[in-house]
């Protein structure tokens, strides 16, 4: 059962070589022909490709040349990321059949290290969703209840971990794409500072909102596929002119008198009764650890979503405006369309894109749009400033901030589909962190009354990540609740 | 009633750096459709822009040459429409933040200087280019992306132009500066300048200003100036018949030489701009702007002071000589090679101009260095050929690349001088011309003409002619 340990469980087999990356990867495909029927995690599997990656990788353990912490151990790569000559779809049909020529900067850093790339998983159209119900190929169901979502909306990460049927997988995360289904299906899932792992490569959904980051069984794991992919890069003009730390050296150390700050607005009204108990019971863990616990204040939380959903869509509506089916992607076809530029203009984005994907443009589009600009665009962004404000604040006092990832566990799927508001609001708790640019974790603190996972939230001051990984290692080894499989 | 003309201009200026302006691709003119192309210029998904630090440069150059602020922080905007030519339905240029601001430059009409103020100038990414087939029986239409995210700067000036003639004496300084600065080729042909006109009329005394009309798809200077004409004549005639102008974009026809409509569906566009997030600020510290103020080469006024006073030369002749900052280069180099100045312009002005526009060939490519024509000019000068020869033996030079020297020696063009030699020709022509002799004895000083160019026949030009006129005075006297 090589395929259900983590990454540094596995590392250890690989250099003692009691197992090889090519059965290892083997084994995890053999899982993937199982289950992933059920789960649906994947759009693309590239098991050719795979192997020979495995057998490289074996062959450097083997001559002991340019092994790393991570070498050989298989990996999936969330689906709006560029991998040369591998399908990339954004699980959107508008570019279902588009083939980066290029590889995004974490791929390079990826394949540098030898990691094995599994395929590449499913996801919301456009990473735009809370549920990778708007993927325009299927669904993906949470390991844990197959009639729940797994979140989004990097989904398809999260519960090809989940399930088993990867050791690693990167999603990104612009409003909680990567917490918010980490939490759903019990994992470990992390977004660092904005700017701390490249975005060259990422197919762009809000440019100044978008981060890369891991999605794991532990944090161990997510400590060192951070230190992987993390890092300048010329590429990317956004991207930290700074070292990133050794993030491994922030674990097994205790937590004596860090000073943890629970933000009272993130415990409201409507946020789940188990969900709230859980994360209560995790911040009495952590006060036993030894780490001190004050209440703060985030005043300006409550306007956190309105922000982030004028933002958010109006950086989308321009990134977007590429897939127009002039040169690559969907292109419509038909009379009328044929030989008009604006006829085939509209009826390739009509028909390309999916329903939330076009609210979000046309939401966009509108709050950019001459007139409006100042009432929507300009005052988001003081708003922004003011939600940073309180961050900056609470971090002169606090090392690190506690809240639930979500207010609830996963929903039914179909639940919340017709109610966009509702979905949105999903995403309450991580969205604060994008607009500031902090790192967060959310890791497993607990499964509800129906035996679903829940997930606690640790944001950390800017470039503070090791803070995280200190805090989030200490309360994962004294709790059980990443030992808990799905399946 | 009698109108007055408001002009502003829009000048686009495409930079000669090395690379584009958000990825290493090369700039270079005229390479086989998208080529030079890659990821970021094609606006692939999932790429990013990254300031080339070269525009950045040039562009502070051309803000401090025309006399604008330099702003210590200025950002990118995303300006936003769909258009095949445009791959990321956004152009990456600046909006409310450009990097230069209230600059000015002069310009020369009818010996009166008057000042146009510059109300920015910003860096921005070009397009590509639409490629529409010319066969009835194809008729798509392809892109050429090469010129995808080569460098432009956009220099605005405030609408303080009033006639198409300073329109045109504008764009002739200004472009004198992009070149002087050695920022550009300026080449209206083939596009690396634009430029767009911004006209309304206004009875005479009236300070508020009419409804303008945007002028686009003019070709060259002079197509500026004639689609401003038209556009007066054009907007003054509705305003006689009682008719509004009526705010819109219309193109230069240059086959009819007129302004037509183009459709307003094309031009309804609310480019929804907001600040690209891709990017970072840009921070022009002082440090920066005083070096690069210190690194300024000269510009075209500095130069015409410094050769007048430096060289005494004529307001003509150095109005003629800075026109091209090669020609004035040009000239520099070559008084280092011959002490009189006054001649070289001559020539110059000239004879050098002259072939270089007869071949429409720039100075440099004339195949005569400028060391070159200062030795030619020197054999004038020591008496070795007249200067009627050294004009033959400048086209030839021109012609074959050879020295002066070279030329004379091979061609025997070697004036003569040597005194007995001239004296014995000039008494066979006394000898063989009774009448002529006779006629200058008696008064007819034309007749002297006659018999020099006798002499000058028998000598195949070659005798010096202030010695062939003593000796021959005094032989007659
Ligand atoms: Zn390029």
Same mark, same amino acid.
């Given at each position: 059962?090589?395929?259900?340990?983590t990454a540094h469980?596995l590392t250890?087999?690989l250099?003692s070589?009691?197992v090889?990356?090519?059965?290892?990867?083997?084994?995890?495909y053999? &899982?993937?022909g199982?289950t992933?029927?059920?789960i649906?995690a994947?759009?693309?599997?590239t098991?050719?490709?795979?192997?020979?990656?495995?057998?490289?990788?074996d062959k450097?353990?083997?001559?002991?040349?340019?092994?790393a912490p991570?070498?050989g151990i298989?990996?999936?790569?969330?689906?709006?990321?560029?991998?040369?000559d591998v399908?990339c779809?954004?699980?959107s049909?508008?570019?279902n059949?588009?083939?980066?020529p290029y590889?995004a900067?974490v791929?390079n850093?990826?394949r540098?290290?030898?990691?094995v790339?599994?395929?590449?998983?499913?996801?919301d159209e456009?990473?735009?969703?809370?549920?990778?119900?708007?993927s325009?190929?299927?669904?993906?169901?949470n390991p844990?209840?197959?009639?729940?979502?797994?979140?989004g909306?990097?989904g398809g990460?999260a519960a090809?971990v989940?399930s088993?049927q990867a050791?690693?997988?990167i999603g990104?995360?612009t409003? #909680?794409?990567?917490?918010q289904p980490?939490? &759903?299906?019990g994992?470990?899932?992390m977004k660092?500072t904005?700017?701390?792992?490249?975005?060259?490569?990422?197919?762009?959904f809000?440019?100044s909102?978008?981060?890369i980051?891991?999605?794991?069984?532990?944090?161990?794991d997510c400590a060192a596929l951070?230190?992987v992919i993390?890092g300048?890069?010329p590429?990317d003009?956004?991207?930290?002119r700074?070292?990133?730390?050794?993030?491994m050296?922030f674990?097994?150390?205790d937590i004596?008198?860090?000073k943890?700050?629970?933000?009272?607005?993130?415990?409201i009204?409507?946020?789940?009764k188990?969900v709230?108990l859980?994360?209560?019971?995790?911040?009495?863990?952590?006060?036993?650890l030894g780490a001190?616990?004050?209440?703060?204040?985030?005043p300006h939380?409550?306007?956190?979503?309105?922000t982030y959903y004028?933002?958010?869509?109006a950086?989308?509506?321009a990134n977007l405006?590429?897939?127009? #089916?002039?040169k690559?992607?969907?292109?419509a076809?038909?009379?009328g369309?044929?030989n008009?530029?604006?006829?085939m203009?509209?009826n390739?984005r009509k028909e390309g894109? #999916?329903?939330e994907v076009k609210?979000?443009i046309?939401?966009?589009?509108?709050t950019?749009?001459?007139?409006?600009?100042?009432a929507?665009?300009l005052?988001?962004q003081k708003v922004?400033t003011?939600?940073?404000?309180?961050f900056?604040k609470?971090?002169k006092k606090f090392d690190?901030l506690?809240t639930?990832t979500?207010p609830t566990?996963?929903?039914?799927?179909g639940?919340?589909?017709?109610?966009?508001?509702q979905?949105?609001?999903s995403?309450?708790f991580?969205?604060?962190?994008?607009l500031a640019?902090?790192p967060?974790i959310s890791l497993p603190?607990?499964?509800?009354k129906? #035996?679903?996972?829940m997930?606690?939230q640790l944001i950390g001051?800017?470039?503070?990540e090791g803070?995280?990984l200190q805090?989030?290692h200490a309360?994962?080894?004294?709790?059980d609740?990443?030992?808990s499989?799905?399946i | 009633?009698?109108?007055?003309?408001?002009?502003?201009?829009?000048?686009?200026?495409?930079l000669?750096?090395?690379?584009k302006i958000?990825?290493?691709c090369?700039?270079?003119?005229g390479a086989?459709?998208?080529t030079q192309?890659?990821?970021v210029?094609?606006?692939?998904p999932?790429v990013?822009p990254?300031l080339?630090?070269d525009v950045?440069?040039?562009?502070?150059e051309t803000?401090?040459?025309?006399?604008?602020?330099?702003v210590e922080r200025c950002?990118?905007?995303?300006?936003n429409?769909?258009y095949?030519?445009l791959?990321?339905?956004?152009?990456?240029s600046q909006y409310?933040?450009?990097l230069g601001e209230?600059?000015w430059?002069?310009?020369?009409l009818?010996?009166k200087?008057k000042?146009?103020?510059i109300?920015?100038?910003?860096m921005?990414?070009?397009?590509?280019?639409?490629?529409?087939?010319e066969n009835?029986?194809?008729?798509r239409?392809?892109?050429?992306?090469?010129?995808a995210?080569v460098p432009?700067l956009?220099?605005?000036?405030?609408?303080?132009?009033s006639s198409?003639e300073?329109?045109?004496?504008y764009l002739?300084s200004?472009?004198q500066?992009?070149?002087?600065l050695?920022i550009s080729d300026?080449n209206m042909?083939?596009?690396?300048l634009?430029?767009?006109?911004?006209?309304?009329?206004?009875s005479?005394?009236?300070?508020?200003l009419?409804t303008?009309?945007?002028?686009?798809?003019m070709?060259s200077f002079?197509?500026v100036?004639k689609?401003?004409?038209?556009e007066i004549?054009?907007?003054?005639?509705?305003?006689?018949?009682?008719?509004?102008?009526?705010?819109?974009?219309?193109?230069?026809?240059?086959?009819l030489?007129?302004?037509?409509?183009?459709?307003?569906k094309e031009?309804?566009?609310d480019?929804r701009?907001?600040p690209e997030?891709?990017?970072v600020n840009?921070?022009?510290?002082k440090e920066w702007?005083?070096?690069?103020?210190?690194?300024?080469?000269e510009?075209p006024?500095a130069?015409?002071?410094?050769?007048k006073n430096?060289?005494?030369?004529s307001?003509y002749d150095?109005?003629v000589?800075?026109m091209?900052?090669?020609?004035a280069?040009?000239?520099?180099e070559?008084?280092?090679?011959?002490p009189n100045c006054k001649?070289?312009?001559?020539?110059?002005?000239?004879d050098?101009l002259?072939v270089?526009?007869?071949r429409?060939i720039?100075?440099n490519?004339l195949n005569v260095?400028p060391?070159?024509?200062g030795e030619?000019l020197?054999?004038?000068?020591n008496?070795?050929?007249s200067?009627?020869i050294?004009k033959?033996?400048?086209?030839?030079m021109?012609?074959?690349?050879?020295?002066a020297?070279q030329?004379?020696s091979?061609?025997?063009?070697?004036?003569?001088?040597d005194e007995?030699?001239?004296?014995?020709?000039?008494?066979?022509?006394?000898?063989?011309?009774?009448?002529p002799?006779?006629d200058?004895r008696?008064?007819?000083?034309n007749a002297l003409g006659?018999l020099?160019g006798q002499?000058?026949?028998?000598?195949k030009g070659?005798?010096?002619p202030?010695?062939?006129?003593?000796i021959?005075?005094?032989k007659?006297?």
């Amino acid at each position: 059962m090589k395929h259900t340990l983590t990454a540094h469980e596995l590392t250890k087999l690989l250099i003692s070589r009691d197992v090889s990356s090519e059965e290892l990867t083997r084994a995890v495909y053999e &899982h993937i022909g199982k289950t992933d029927k059920q789960i649906g995690a994947y759009i693309t599997l590239t098991k050719d490709t795979a192997i020979e990656q495995a057998k490289e990788a074996d062959k450097r353990i083997k001559e002991k040349r340019g092994v790393a912490p991570l070498t050989g151990i298989p990996i999936a790569i969330k689906d709006n990321m560029c991998v040369k000559d591998v399908l990339c779809t954004c699980a959107s049909k508008m570019l279902n059949d588009f083939v980066p020529p290029y590889n995004a900067t974490v791929i390079n850093k990826l394949r540098e290290n030898g990691l094995v790339f599994l395929g590449k998983t499913n996801m919301d159209e456009f990473a735009m969703g809370s549920s990778t119900e708007t993927s325009c190929f299927k669904i993906t169901r949470n390991p844990w209840d197959t009639n729940a979502i797994p979140g989004g909306s990097s989904g398809g990460s999260a519960a090809a971990v989940a399930s088993d049927q990867a050791i690693l997988s990167i999603g990104s995360d612009t409003g #909680g794409s990567i917490r918010q289904p980490a939490s &759903h299906c019990g994992i470990v899932g992390m977004k660092p500072t904005y700017g701390r792992v490249s975005r060259y490569g990422l197919v762009a959904f809000a440019s100044s909102l978008d981060q890369i980051g891991p999605l794991t069984k532990d944090v161990w794991d997510c400590a060192a596929l951070l230190e992987v992919i993390s890092g300048y890069d010329p590429l990317d003009s956004t991207s930290l002119r700074m070292d990133s730390p050794d993030y491994m050296s922030f674990l097994n150390k205790d937590i004596k008198n860090i000073k943890i700050g629970v933000p009272k607005e993130y415990f409201i009204e409507g946020i789940d009764k188990d969900v709230e108990l859980a994360v209560k019971g995790a911040i009495k863990k952590l006060e036993k650890l030894g780490a001190i616990i004050e209440e703060v204040s985030l005043p300006h939380t409550e306007y956190a979503v309105a922000t982030y959903y004028i933002i958010a869509p109006a950086e989308a509506s321009a990134n977007l405006a590429r897939y127009d #089916g002039v040169k690559y992607g969907y292109r419509a076809k038909g009379e009328g369309v044929d030989n008009d530029l604006l006829g085939m203009y509209e009826n390739t984005r009509k028909e390309g894109f #999916g329903a939330e994907v076009k609210r979000r443009i046309m939401l966009g589009t509108h709050t950019l749009s001459s007139g409006y600009y100042d009432a929507y665009y300009l005052k988001a962004q003081k708003v922004r400033t003011l939600i940073k404000q309180d961050f900056d604040k609470a971090f002169k006092k606090f090392d690190i901030l506690v809240t639930p990832t979500s207010p609830t566990p996963a929903f039914k799927i179909g639940e919340k589909t017709d109610d966009p508001l509702q979905m949105y609001l999903s995403d309450i708790f991580t969205i604060p962190t994008n607009l500031a640019g902090l790192p967060a974790i959310s890791l497993p603190c607990g499964l509800n009354k129906n #035996g679903l996972p829940m997930g606690l939230q640790l944001i950390g001051d800017y470039f503070d990540e090791g803070k995280i990984l200190q805090v989030a290692h200490a309360f994962e080894q004294s709790t059980d609740f990443h030992r808990s499989k799905a399946i | 009633m009698n109108y007055e003309p408001v002009i502003g201009l829009e000048v686009h200026v495409q930079l000669s750096t090395k690379t584009k302006i958000f990825c290493g691709c090369s700039t270079n003119f005229g390479a086989s459709p998208n080529t030079q192309t890659c990821p970021v210029c094609l606006g692939l998904p999932g790429v990013l822009p990254v300031l080339n630090k070269d525009v950045v440069q040039r562009a502070i150059e051309t803000a401090l040459a025309t006399n604008c602020n330099v702003v210590e922080r200025c950002i990118f905007h995303r300006k936003n429409y769909f258009y095949p030519d445009l791959p990321k339905g956004y152009q990456i240029s600046q909006y409310d933040m450009p990097l230069g601001e209230n600059g000015w430059i002069q310009i020369k009409l009818d010996g009166k200087v008057k000042k146009i103020r510059i109300t920015r100038v910003h860096m921005e990414e070009d397009a590509g280019k639409l490629i529409h087939s010319e066969n009835s029986e194809d008729l798509r239409s392809r892109v050429d992306l090469n010129r995808a995210g080569v460098p432009l700067l956009e220099i605005v000036s405030e609408p303080d132009i009033s006639s198409p003639e300073e329109a045109y004496q504008y764009l002739v300084s200004l472009k004198q500066i992009l070149e002087y600065l050695e920022i550009s080729d300026c080449n209206m042909e083939e596009g690396s300048l634009r430029c767009d006109a911004n006209i309304s009329i206004r009875s005479v005394g009236e300070s508020g200003l009419g409804t303008k009309a945007e002028l686009k798809n003019m070709n060259s200077f002079k197509g500026v100036q004639k689609a401003l004409e038209y556009e007066i004549i054009r907007q003054e005639k509705l305003l006689g018949k009682g008719e509004k102008v009526v705010q819109e974009t219309r193109l230069w026809n240059t086959d009819l030489n007129r302004t037509e409509s183009m459709r307003s569906k094309e031009e309804a566009h609310d480019y929804r701009y907001f600040p690209e997030p891709d990017l970072v600020n840009i921070i022009v510290d002082k440090e920066w702007v005083s070096k690069t103020r210190r690194s300024l080469p000269e510009l075209p006024q500095a130069r015409r002071d410094r050769l007048k006073n430096e060289y005494g030369l004529s307001d003509y002749d150095v109005e003629v000589l800075t026109m091209d900052k090669r020609v004035a280069d040009y000239f520099e180099e070559c008084s280092k090679y011959f002490p009189n100045c006054k001649m070289i312009a001559n020539w110059i002005t000239g004879d050098v101009l002259a072939v270089s526009k007869d071949r429409k060939i720039s100075i440099n490519d004339l195949n005569v260095s400028p060391k070159q024509l200062g030795e030619l000019l020197g054999l004038i000068e020591n008496g070795t050929i007249s200067g009627k020869i050294a004009k033959d033996v400048f086209q030839d030079m021109v012609c074959t690349g050879k020295d002066a020297k070279q030329v004379v020696s091979e061609k025997g063009l070697v004036q003569l001088s040597d005194e007995r030699e001239l004296v014995s020709i000039i008494d066979k022509i006394i000898k063989q011309n009774p009448k002529p002799v006779n006629d200058f004895r008696s008064g007819k000083q034309n007749a002297l003409g006659f018999l020099v160019g006798q002499i000058m026949k028998e000598t195949k030009g070659k005798a010096n002619p202030q010695v062939v006129n003593r000796i021959l005075k005094s032989k007659l006297s």
